[in-house]
């Protein structure tokens, strides 16, 4: 698979669309992203059941606001539509490929269940 060129329009359907999603926030100014582009678009070959996007930050920058991106490239990873991962920087592919294997093993029911803890401490009162 290619990668997506992801945008405000197609976001939620990008994301809500495959079990995995991978964004990588970008600027075509930027070397780091540029270096990083290669080791992405081979992720995204290798992995085709994986949906891989690109949110170029100069163009989405209401999308960039929206994730705190503060530094680029920043790698965001989607499980069943949550967010499972961010980081800013650059990747090697020995290290996208270790992000890729334990986003697969994530155990989702453990997930949504801790998230369901911190949403119920978080209206409890103090």
């Known amino acids: 698979m290619t990668t997506l060129t992801v945008t405000k329009d197609n976001l939620r359907d990008t994301i809500t669309g495959t079990d995995i ?24 070959v290798a992995h085709t059941d994986i949906t891989f996007g690109k949110i170029d930050t100069e163009t989405e920058q ?37 992000v890729i294997t334990a986003t697969r093993a994530l155990n989702m029911a453990e997930v949504q269940e801790q998230l369901r803890r911190q949403s119920e401490s978080a209206g409890a009162p103090s």
Do not use: H, Y
């Not at 970008?26 to 290669?38: D, R, V």
């Open 62 to 98: 209401e999308l960039a606001a929206g994730f705190q991106i503060r530094s680029i490239p920043t790698l965001m990873v989607f499980r069943g539509g949550i967010g499972v991962f961010s980081q800013p920087g650059v990747l090697n592919d020995a290290q996208l490929a270790q």
């Open 21 to 44: 999603v991978i964004l990588d926030f970008w600027a075509a100014w930027c070397g780091p992203c540029l270096a990083f582009a290669p080791v992405f678009e081979k992720a995204s």
